[in-house]
């Protein structure tokens, strides 16, 4: 699969310096043909709220391989400046949004990404920190989601996946100079059990909102 970024202009310009928020997911990966992140991040990215109308919105779906991460979260920070990034990725074995609170600084050799490609070390930075925390109000967050109704929690834990390598990355982004302010990640279940595709984009606009007023605050 191929990566591809859509840019949404803001429908309303304000006096006010526009914020810019870049929303990520991930295409397909083995296991998981469908990846409802996909197309969930153009849908929160295309969204109307007034409270998203004044801030310039990139959509990026990465394909499922560490390559790709390392390569392309340079290349859109560096390229758009989010001041706030917002993360989806894919967890099947769950039914409910996970708010990640950290990352992990290790990565399994067991699964292959999307490549068919394996890491070559245990761990995404040598000799980094064990564990980096999330750079968003967590809490705030999750109020927000369970406020449209989906089922939602806070984790702990980002896996040892792709999920987990772009959200240390992303975390790591945000400490360089001219890095984005904010920064979260969000697990979201696969579709059925009650969740389809117009709840997920609730929930995803939910946070968005959330996560614009952290980096608004943050300024």
Known sequence: MKSRTC?????RVRSRMPLTLLITGFGPF??????????LVLRVA????PALADARRFAHVFPTSYAAV???????????????VLMFGLASRTCFLRIETRA???????????????PATPWLTYRGPSTLAVRAPSALLLQAARATGVPAKLSRDA???????L??????????KGGPRVVAFVHVPKLGRGINLATLTR????????????ARRAR
Do not use: H, M
């Open 46 to 49: 295309r969204r109307r709220r």
């Open 167 to 176: 959200f240390w990355r992303g975390l790591e982004a945000s400490t360089t």
């Open 30 to 39: 083995p296991g998981a043909p469908f990846n409802p992140t996909t197309a």
């Open 7 to 11: 840019l949404v202009f803001p429908t």
């Open 104 to 118: 992990q600084n290790r990565v399994s050799s067991v699964y292959p990404d999307a490549d068919r490609q394996k």
């Open 70 to 84: 390392d390569r392309e979260l340079a290349e859109l920070v560096q390229r758009c400046r989010p001041d706030a």
């Open 159 to 165: 896996g040892r996946y792709l999920c987990n390598a």
């Open 203 to 214: 929930a995803g606009e939910a946070i968005a909102v959330a996560i614009l007023a952290a």
